[in-house]
């Protein structure tokens, strides 16, 4: 078994940097998923990711005061209907845009979602 199939490359980024690291995935095919929290998806144009290159993360804060919370899974929903993309969307209901007080329950998110992925490229 080659080394290389348990090598995983992963791009993650808050708010503006998820817009940053959004580009950053379109420009390294090798990437094998992304995480984008509280992405500015009414403030940036994301119309780039299409097509999306991989599956990854969208994570909302439902009392976002920063990024219309809507518009962060509209974009995940628009990203969903691309072939062989799953575009998950979840949100932390009573986060704010820093997600303070809920740290705890961003970390088992995002912890969960990355479990999930990594035990089925690992079972392929």
């Known amino acids: 078994v080659s080394q290389s199939r348990y090598r995983f490359s992963w791009v993650a980024g808050f708010s503006f940097g998820a817009w940053i690291a959004m580009q950053l ?6 990437i094998d998923g992304f995480v984008a929290v509280a992405p500015p998806a009414d403030k940036y144009d994301f ?4 097509p999306c ?6 994570l909302g804060a439902g009392k976002d ?11 995940a929903k628009k990203l969903m209907h691309q072939r062989n ?17 809920k740290l705890g329950e961003l970390h088992t998110t995002v912890d969960s979602y990355l479990s999930q992925r990594l ?6």
């Open 85 to 101: 993309i799953e575009a998950d969307y979840r949100c932390i209901d009573e986060a704010d845009h820093f997600f303070a007080g």
């Open 65 to 75: 005061n920063v990024v219309e919370p809507t518009s962060v899974e509209k974009l």
């Open 25 to 30: 995935l379109m420009r390294r095919p090798e």
């Open 47 to 50: 119309s780039f990711l299409a």
């Open 53 to 58: 290159p991989t599956s990854g993360l969208f």
């Open 119 to 124: 035990l089925a490229k690992l079972a392929a």
